[in-house]
């Protein structure tokens, strides 16, 4: 199927094949057979590299108005938004922030790029843009299934097509266990592929070689470990190393995923003494991207990435920057970049593909021990190797050894990605959307919230009965949380739920009920209190679930704790009262990063000093200063004045 037989305006036409892409991949057809450029819901399956942008580009442009592109990530949102915005004649807004607000600026525009939070607080906002929207295509649909963000994904695209029955809904996700469940609930047509442009061969490391499926073992030059060390760790890394630079010496990119930061790092600082910058044939292209990260802060996280840069490895995690990630990606995608050694978030985010991916790691730590890798997440990464135009195939090699080869090949080579399973019923993330949809005035009782909720996955997949206990239990405790209350004007038996003054502002400012009650309780606290201070509304805030915690290592603990003895009466919180007393130190501990901030303490000093990394305190500053917004509106909602919080937002 060529571009020129798609119904698209000749202008698009001519955009897409000066851009080369004169004819659709399999795949990409097969979702034009399916009726997507005539407005049917479609679920296209289909592995990373595959074309899927093309996909959301012709649902949106064949769309009978305006269209939205819902992603996970911001720094996916921005990328897709350039995508968007270079197709001619076509308005393009991307809103990923500003939590309290409607976005009501982007109504205007034909495609909105958003993260599926900015939508579902802009329905709770009151937006009505919404309801005039034509086409969504939600990208990476299989995230359903994460803890956090899955149930916001989910009601967002139940509510999306509440509000607009007519909406035509196309679903983008890498090859998992169940795409015709998804494609039930969207009543929608299934394409699902294994079709790639540029072949994937996937194997094994182990003993000095790489076993596939198929075809001939690849041998790959010995690696030595460092000072000799035999553990197993220093032996896959050499592994890595060997199985990178033997790629880099064929002319290929690589990305080498490992189980942590901090691995990340050291796996970059090893690639670096192999001369690659060199050997790939980049030094100079390699010390330009080098200097541009040195100038993006002083911190000695950026100075050991221009470091690795000079080398031409980088090294990718979230505790970088943004400027950070921003360089080690751009020079990686323009070939002035040997190798990136990352964490597995890189494989779900922007676009970076490789000739070769390597696997060092398929275990890591999730608090109470080393579990396996899913299988999704190994295929993803492994999905970035093989660039179109640029290499003949794609090699993805997870490193083992000689007792883990046969169970790595069975799980993670021939077996099946994960089922996708929907994570509503979780109790705090019920709590959160059954507290949305009174406060927006969708349901008033706990029948409508159900009548609400049908849409969902989770009541495709269980039926709707399979929520009512659930929903009852989170009524009950949202009622003892103060957020709704039962309006028995009608009778006992014929009560209304209706949000309180409270719980619609929790509700607007986008924070979790949880959080709400903490700061109210906290508020109250504080304005009873003699003395309270900045680190008194800072602590409120970052006591809470919407807050990232902030790691406390076993070196840092008493420091803490003294700092928490010593200014005990500045705390909302006594010291004896706290039930979980670990997680309360590191709120303490992020409280207490933020308030020397506030005084004037350098992104430098505050690294080093706390041990976390830049793009941490970048986090945790953004989160403060949305906190503390919705502190400011909670304190206006109970008619308390506690100047601190102001004070607080005013010098974050």
Not at 138 to 145: M, Y
Not at 366 to 384: A, D, F, N, S
Request: one cysteine or more.
């Amino acid at each position: 199927m060529q571009v020129s037989d798609l119904p698209l305006a000749p202008t698009f036409i001519d955009h897409f094949e000066t851009a080369g892409i004169t004819t659709l991949y399999p795949p990409q057809a097969a979702t034009v057979e399916a009726g997507i450029c005539a407005g049917e819901n479609v679920v296209a399956a289909m592995p990373t590299a595959s074309g899927k942008t093309f996909v959301a580009q012709l649902a949106l442009l064949t769309a009978d108005g305006p269209g939205l592109y819902v992603c996970p990530l911001r720094a996916l949102a921005r990328e897709k938004y350039e995508s968007f915005a270079a197709l001619p004649g076509i308005d393009v807004g991307v809103s990923t922030g500003d939590f309290d607000a409607t976005g009501e600026e982007l109504a205007d525009n034909d495609i909105v790029v958003a993260t599926s939070e900015k939508v579902d607080s802009a329905i709770r906002n009151g937006a009505s843009w919404v309801s005039d929207l034509a086409c969504v295509v939600v990208d990476e649909v299989h995230l359903l299934d994460a803890s956090r963000r899955g149930p916001t994904l989910e009601v967002t695209v139940a509510t999306l097509r509440r509000r607009a029955p007519d909406v035509q809904v196309v679903a983008l996700s890498a090859t998992v266990d169940n795409p015709a469940a998804i494609a039930e609930w969207l009543d929608a047509a299934l394409v699902e592929s294994d079709w790639r442009p540029v072949d994937l061969r996937t194997g094994v490391y182990a003993d000095g070689e790489v076993t596939f499926p198929s075809g001939p073992p690849l041998s790959v030059p010995d690696a030595p470990t460092p000072d000799g060390e035999e553990t197993d760790a220093a032996i896959k890394t050499a592994a890595t190393a060997a199985l990178v630079g033997e790629a880099i010496d064929g002319g290929g990119q690589c990305l080498a995923f490992v189980r942590s930061r901090r691995e990340a790092a050291a796996l970059a600082e090893r690639l670096a003494e192999e001369g690659l910058a060199e050997r790939f044939g980049v030094a100079e292209e390699a010390a330009a991207a080098a200097e541009e990260a040195a100038d993006v802060d002083g911190t000695v996280t950026g100075a050991r990435l221009a470091d690795c840069l000079r080398a031409g490895v980088g090294f990718h995690h979230a505790g970088l920057r943004a400027g950070h990630r921003a360089v080690v990606e751009r020079t990686f995608r323009e070939r002035s970049l040997a190798c990136i050694c990352a964490t597995p978030t890189l494989a779900a985010g922007v676009n970076v593909p490789a000739r070769r991916v390597v696997v060092r790691d398929q275990e890591r730590y999730t608090g109470t021990g080393m579990e396996p890798v899913p299988v999704l997440e190994v295929h993803q990464m492994c999905g970035r190797a093989g660039r179109p135009g640029l290499d003949p195939r794609g090699e993805a090699v997870l490193v083992g050894d000689t007792g883990s080869r046969a169970a790595l090949f069975e799980r993670y080579v021939e077996g099946e990605p994960e089922a996708v399973e929907s994570r509503l019923a979780d109790p705090g993330a019920l709590r959160t959307h059954v507290l949305s949809v009174v406060a927006t005035g969708f349901a008033s009782t706990e029948a409508e919230i159900l009548d609400v909720f049908e849409g969902t996955f989770y009541a495709r997949a269980t039926g709707a009965g399979g929520l009512a206990d659930a929903v009852a239990d989170a009524v009950d405790d949202l009622v003892a949380m103060g957020m709704i209350e039962r309006d028995t004007a009608g009778g006992v038996e014929a009560y209304r739920l209706v949000a309180t003054p409270v719980g619609e502002t929790t509700s607007k400012q986008y924070v979790r009920p949880e959080t709400g009650e903490r700061i109210v309780d906290g508020l109250r606290t504080a304005v009873a209190m003699e003395r309270p201070s900045t680190l008194t509304v800072l602590e409120v805030v970052c006591d809470t679930p919407d807050m990232d915690d902030t790691y406390l290592g076993n070196r840092e603990r008493a420091d803490i704790y003294r700092f928490a003895s010593t200014h005990a009466s500045e705390f909302t919180t006594g010291m004896g009262d706290v039930d979980d007393f670990e997680g309360w130190l590191e709120s303490v501990k992020t409280a207490r990063i933020l308030s020397e901030w506030i005084d004037g303490e350098t992104t430098e000093a505050l690294v080093e000093r706390y041990r976390i990394g830049p793009g941490d305190l970048d986090s945790r500053i953004e989160r403060a200063e949305w906190l503390l917004s919705a502190a400011d509106a909670l304190a206006e909602t109970i008619d308390v004045a506690v100047p601190e919080v102001g004070r607080a937002r005013s010098r974050l």
